[in-house]
């Protein structure tokens, strides 16, 4: 909501894994942080979700929009991930409809904290980190944090190597109590040589042997660099009423070549490749500035939320192509091929320009009865250029295409106990649809709409909470090819999901810990002219489940010695729209040991205990599929001062 409320007076389904489980689990990436929230998969890359069967690109920083696509945060920065399921459309702008992953990253402290830590594992991995912070001056008026670290490891099929550098400084001053600025910095490097690749599955629906590199590797490398920077302005006029001013820059520069087959021939052969080289830089800048204010009418509460925001994104792509590549046998690949001529085939720039308006009331009518009510309109305008890659110069410029949306929400919430929180929303979205009519008129935005149900209780004394939520979720104003002219696209689709999530976390026992979560999803198309209806959305599996505990000891000679069991299942899914083949599910069991000792830590973490072989995620045919990590152990010590 923007706003310091409690999560049991929001009516919305919003889980949190704190910075606690992130280390319990030894996470090392934005994918596996959320594994433990229920209705969340991977969909990608590492850096797409799918929520509530909706595929999310990018992420929110700190509650402002991130680069998309390749704008991974790195683990060592985050204090916690945010999952808000459902339309965001009413604070966050466009957006799919299933809702967003905000990460908060690690601000600077006022108490002195130095942290070391090293990490190894099997596949060669080493990773040495310092986080360090604490006040620069004696008053504790201005902060700082600087976290960095080193990474390499070479994750199987050989030769597979990966490194990934990243350095976070930020600052904090407080000028008096009522006022601070917190400027940060961000840089990250990850390269591979080979970098990213997908395996491929058998028409009996197994995955391509394991030490099988489905690609050609002297064309598959990768460096990807992030740069983000900006700053957070709080200032407080009194108790009831403050502002906040936010900028957020996010840049990257990826170089990528990369070879992928789209076709299995006889369960034998790779064929129909495509080898691309290509340089993609993404710009994202974001701007922010709202008003917070309390005040009562009566006996009524208010707490007030008026905001702006301003984001501008910019893709500028330039690629060459090459299909004059063999067919791979899979069980006998060879690898040594002449390199292909590599021809131009896009120079192109895309802009997208967007204004926002928000307004948002929580209102109290008493100590067990809440409204929120809020809306929000955008302005949103795009437009490609596509430049000639020759010596003429040319550029083509399609016209801006322009969109407005609203997006409201409106919510109550019933408390009949102190334990006890009932509530039941309405929401809705919005995302821009680039392209035109038949008749030249542009699309108008796709647009999401939920109800949803839900309840939260305390048990245990409030030591354990529960998330009860039951929603249905339709995506309208779907593309899909015209009837009357199959080259041409009208916006007739659209796409339903509704489900039933739970997720249940907190303390059973003094020392052991819970967090457990299932979903039931049931996605499908229910409008297109060329899918069948009743088709189900990719990825998305009817039932997701999972359970991660730890225990540790608290008194004895074994005080600090702790245990960890985590188990995740996914169901069979889909691997395209089309519903021409299945991903089958599977259950994951990871493990971890750790011993704590007043500020000193050390760990083992087993992901994938039994070394089970399974597809994670499809990004749309046989030879595109994302294979789940190996067995993988991972060790750790750390010291903090």
């Known amino acids: 909501t923007r706003t310091d409320t409690p999560l049991r007076d929001i009516p919305q389904s919003i889980q949190v894994v704190p910075r606690q489980v992130l280390e319990d689990r030894n996470v090392q990436n934005l994918s596996q942080a959320t594994e433990t929230v229920a209705g ?58 299933g809702g967003i992953v905000n990460v908060t990253t690690r601000q600077p402290l006022s108490e002195p904290f130095y942290n070391l830590t090293f990490e190894a594992g099997n596949y060669e991995l080493y990773r040495p980190s310092v986080d360090l912070s604490g006040p620069l001056t004696a008053d504790n008026t201005v902060l700082y944090r600087l976290i960095a670290s080193y990474e390499n490891r070479n994750p199987i099929p050989e030769p597979t190597e990966i490194s990934e550098t990243v350095i976070a400084p930020s600052i904090t001053f407080n000028f008096g109590d ?143 192509f090459s299909d004059e590549l063999p067919n791979l046998d899979i069980f006998n690949p060879d690898y040594d091929i002449p390199a292909p001529e590599f021809v131009p085939q896009l120079q192109s720039r895309n802009l997208t320009q967007s204004y926002g308006i928000y307004i948002q009331n929580q209102i109290a009518f008493s100590d067990d009865l809440r409204l929120l009510i809020g809306g929000r309109y955008d302005w949103v305008s795009s437009r490609n250029e596509t430049f000639d890659f020759g010596t003429s110069g040319n550029t083509t410029e399609e016209p801006f295409q322009n969109n407005g949306a609203f997006s409201p929400r409106i919510g109550l919430v019933y408390q009949p106990s102190d334990t006890v929180s009932l509530y039941a929303s309405y929401s809705r979205s919005f995302r821009q649809s680039t392209g035109f009519n038949p008749d030249g008129r542009a699309f108008e935005p796709t647009r999401g709409t939920q109800y949803e149900i839900g309840a939260r209780t305390e048990l245990l ?61 049931d996605a499908e198309v229910t409008k297109d002219n060329s899918i069948p209806e009743g088709n189900r959305l990719a990825n998305v599996p009817e039932n997701q489940a999972s359970l991660w505990t730890t225990y540790e000891i608290q008194e004895g000679n074994l005080s600090g010695l702790g245990f960890g069991l985590g188990l995740f299942y996914v169901g069979k899914r889909q691997g395209d729209l089309a519903n021409s083949f299945q991903l089958d599910g599977y259950l994951r069991t990871d493990a971890a040991l750790y011993y704590r000792k007043d500020r000193f830590r050390a760990a083992i973490n087993i992901r994938n205990l039994f070394d089970l072989d399974y597809a994670e995620v499809s990004a749309g045919g046989r030879t595109l599929i994302q294979r789940g990590d190996p067995f993988t152990i991972t060790g750790s010590v750390s010291w903090t001062f």
């Open 178 to 320: 009522r006022t601070s600025l917190n400027l940060y910095y961000e840089y990250s490097n990850i390269t591979g040589d080979p970098f990213w690749y997908y395996t491929g599955i058998f028409s009996d629906g197994e995955l391509f042997p394991r030490d099988f590199f489905p690609s050609y590797p002297s064309l598959a490398r990768a460096d990807r660099t992030t740069q983000r920077y900006g700053y957070e302005f709080r200032h407080e006029f009194n108790d009831n009423l403050q502002i906040r001013n936010s900028l957020s820059i996010a840049a990257q520069n990826n170089y990528e070549t990369g070879v992928f087959g789209n076709a299995i021939e006889n369960d034998r052969f790779i064929t129909e490749f495509n080898a691309f080289d290509y340089n993609y830089r993404p710009e994202n800048y974001f701007g922010q500035i709202d008003l917070l204010g309390k005040f009562e009418t009566g006996t009524i509460s208010h707490q007030l939320l008026i905001g702006f925001d301003v984001n501008r994104y910019v893709e500028t792509t330039k690629l060459f």
């Open 40 to 97: 969340v998969l991977e969909g990608g890359d590492r850096s797409f979700r799918i929520i509530r069967g909706f595929v999310q690109e990018g992420n929110f920083r700190n509650g402002l929009r991130d680069v998309g696509g390749y704008g991974v945060t790195p683990e060592q920065t985050i204090e916690r991930v945010e999952v808000l399921r459902g339309p965001a459309s009413v604070l966050f702008g466009q957006l799919e409809p």
């Open 461 to 521: 004394d409030n030591r354990l909470s529960a998330n009860l939520a039951a929603y249905y979720l339709t995506k309208t104003n779907v593309t899909t090819p015209d009837p009357s002219n199959p080259l041409f696209s009208v916006q007739s689709g659209e796409q339903r999901s509704q489900g039933i999530e739970l997720d249940v976390t907190g303390e059973i026992l003094p020392g052991w810990n819970i967090i457990l979560a299932y979903a039931y999803t």
